[in-house]
């Protein structure tokens, strides 16, 4: 199983990203896929999940700004940030579970200047 996330970067305040997280060795149209990210000196939150049946869900911080989204003939999910703010900063991980365990992407940093 990998899980392959690109796409972060630096971006102004206001800016916009999208996150890309490539997977294999799983079947990648039944799972659920989620965005979690890390901010320095804190713990990995979740940010986003995606079902298998395309039903999403936010973290309250992120609602209205980002949009997760899954393209099942890629076996990719995504992940676009809008209307980025410097609280966003952080290392962002894809991830779903597969034969009994989660499996986590390398992350890629995300840095919102202000």
């Known amino acids: 199983v990998q899980l392959q996330a690109s796409g972060g970067g630096l971006v102004q305040s206001g800016g916009s990203l999208r996150l890309s997280c490539a997977t294999s060795g799983i079947n990648f149209r039944i799972n659920t896929m989620g965005w979690y990210r890390r901010a320095p000196g804190k713990q990995r939150d979740l940010v986003a999940q995606?079902?298998?049946?395309?039903?999403?869900s936010y973290a309250d911080s992120v609602k209205g700004r980002f949009t997760i989204s899954r393209d099942n003939a890629r076996n990719t999910v995504y992940l676009q940030m809008n209307s980025l703010k410097p609280e966003d900063t952080a290392v962002y991980y894809c991830?779903?579970?597969?034969?009994?365990?989660?499996?986590w992407g390398q992350g890629t940093q995300v840095t919102v200047s202000s």
């Open positions: 991830n779903t579970d597969s034969r009994g365990r989660p499996w």
């Open positions: 995606i079902t298998s049946g395309g039903s999403t």
